[in-house]
């Protein structure tokens, strides 16, 4: 529900009336779709046209917009999400760009040998000097669904084999679930926690701790169905 959406974020955004405006057209506009757009050509020409378009909405409510972006970026926030297309971190947290430094993949996993994880995470900390990592993981995820059965998907099996040793470790709770659904939400939360501990466990959050740097983990939830997000308080 877009007016559900855009209610809550003008009621997080506290900054100007610009921002607000902004992230209002962005909503309203009509979401992608095979039926509208049938063939790659008019899809493609859609994604340009619509660029255009926002270039000249963003520099009619700023003139200076995108010379102030180019500026540079110090945002205080890393936002390690899932890749899914229904989890924006800038919109979801009502977000401008540079406010947040992004990094996503599958079922957001902190993974000790992902060196793009780790590559990100390491600039995020030690050049960009964030002050807050969040996990977010999001009710549906795909990744967590697919590490609860023992279906093969192919080269991705892999990466969900990470997934399923988060189930491995907490197996006894998560079986003692006879609710489906339950079971599956709980194995998101999980899967969010266990990655928050393992972000506290790299040697670039251990060093920064060290030397006394400010820097807080945080683990949440996102309700596709909803909107809002849940602090798992790690």
Not at 27 to 47: D, G, H, L, N, Q
Not at 55 to 62: A, G, I, K, N
Not at 152 to 165: E, V
Not at 167 to 184: A, Q
Request: net charge negative; aromatic share 10%; charged share 25%.
């Amino acid at each position: 529900d877009n007016s559900i959406t855009l209610t809550r974020l003008m009621n997080y955004d506290s900054q100007s009336r610009k921002v607000t405006m902004r992230i209002k057209m962005q909503i309203s506009r009509p979401v992608f779709t095979a039926e509208e757009y049938p063939t790659v050509k008019e899809f493609y020409k859609k994604i340009l046209d619509n660029n255009k378009r926002w270039v000249e909405e963003s520099l009619e409510l700023d003139p200076n917009y995108f010379e102030d972006l180019a500026k540079g970026q110090t945002p205080p926030l890393l936002w390690i999400g899932c890749s899914d297309s229904r989890v924006p971190a800038n919109e979801i947290i009502g977000a401008k760009p540079g406010e947040v430094f992004v990094h996503r993949n599958i079922a957001n996993m902190v993974i000790h040998s992902d060196m793009n994880m780790l590559s990100v995470l390491d600039y995020a900390v030690n050049v960009l000097k964030v002050k807050h990592v969040l996990v977010c993981g999001h009710y549906g995820c795909g990744g967590v669904k697919a590490a609860m059965s023992n279906d093969s998907i192919g080269i991705i099996d892999n990466w969900i084999r990470h997934i399923k040793d988060v189930y491995r470790l907490h197996n006894h709770y998560l079986d003692s679930i006879l609710d489906e659904t339950e079971r599956f939400n709980k194995f998101v939360e999980l899967n969010v926690k266990e990655q928050v501990f393992d972000l506290a466990k790299t040697s670039i959050v251990q060093s920064a701790w060290k030397k006394g740097q400010d820097l807080t983990l945080h683990g949440w939830v996102y309700g596709l169905n909803s909107g809002f997000v849940t602090d798992l308080d790690v």
